[in-house]
């Protein structure tokens, strides 16, 4: 019903303020999906803190009983060996664990990729922080004397290999999604705005802004890089990591691992320009390529003047008349009202007419006085509106 409004008269200053407020109504919901995003992120983030919390105190229980154990070995310190078992059942439900049991009885207790969280009577110390890369993203890590250890990547099973699964099949990928989806529609309104003329006659502009690549790194790269959309319809929902292995830069799919070596300069890959400044390049150097992670945040409506809506079409059409205002045609015939699919050019100097040319079988393009411009054929037999003679197309 909108639509039919706005196309029975474009030049209404409700219809078109209509227009506007389904705009800015668009931008707001996915301002609102991005913020149910960010919720659920911090929402994780505080999950993986508090079972990195709750790891520690069990691992340290784990270790004093061990202790305690260890002092009363012989006695058979039941109550003891029941309260571990129940701390480690307990530990089994954040985090797959491998539990070896020592001739005096203690516990060592391994975690992800046999990282040591419990020897006997030492239990190590857990953490968090944010991702070097990505710092919305939590890494867990081991504290030892001599630093940190990441082991983000060796972590499985129990509470938080859930979380992070979630993070990086569930919440990860849909934000993603939304953003493609961001991106698709302000890049197809933007084209079809800018094929229109607005109420003072103007070519039309951008609608919606078009969004940036993220682009993340360490501290410490010696190359750069600069990521630009080449083709919004190639782009896909995945993220990207670029690293130099001293050699070569190789760029990862992030979603399903498929790698693929770029050279410096620059490259077009899945609708984006990739360009590497090589210059300095240091084995080691790594960037996060994001294209549509912060696409719905991004989103924003650019026209607040409704004169500004560019609605009418820059061609006109009508059939052709003579300098006394008589029509040429003896037909009846009718053509439909012509799309753009581009403004470039216009307005022409002069009107362009479609001539019927019955020896040639199709329509002659003249535009303006001089002979015709080019040809489009036609089969009379196909369309009763074979009979057409000339219809004049203007631009407005």
Known sequence: MRYRRWQDDPASVSARQLVLAEGESMVDRFHYFDRQFESARNTLSEQIN????????????????????????????????DKRDQLVNDLSELVDIQVLQQ????YNVFIGKGQPLVMAYDAATM???????????????????????????????????????????????????????????????????????????????????????DVLEPPGNGSSITVTYDDIGNLTANDYQLLYDGTDFILENLSDGSTQTLAAGLNTVDGLDININAAGAVAGDTFLIQPTRNASASLDLLISDSRRLAAASPLQLRPAMDAAGNALNTGDATITQ?????????????????????????????NGPAAPDNFIAYDATADRHGRLKAEAISPR
């Open 50 to 81: 508090s079972s990195i919390t709750e790891i520690n105190r069990l691992a340290e229980d784990i270790a004093t009983i061990n202790n305690d154990i260890k002092i009363a070995y012989g006695s058979a310190p039941n109550d003891l060996l």
């Open 338 to 366: 012509p799309a753009s699919s581009s403004i470039t050019g216009l307005p022409l100097a002069a009107d362009m007419q479609l001539v019927y040319n019955a020896a040639a079988g199709g329509f002659d393009i003249v």
């Open 127 to 213: 953490t968090t922080q944010p991702s070097a890369l990505d710092p919305t993203h939590l890494e867990i890590a081991f504290n030892f004397p001599f630093g940190t250890q990441i082991v983000t990547d060796q972590i499985s099973g129990g509470k938080i290999g859930g979380l992070l699964r979630y993070r990086e099949e569930i919440l990860d990928p849909a934000q993603n999604q939304v953003g493609l989806v961001a991106l698709g529609l302000a890049n197809d309104l933007n084209a079809q705005h800018q094929l229109g003329l607005d109420l003072d006659g103007l070519a039309g502009t951008a609608l919606f802004t078009s969004g940036t690549v």
């Open 103 to 106: 001739s005096d009885g203690a």
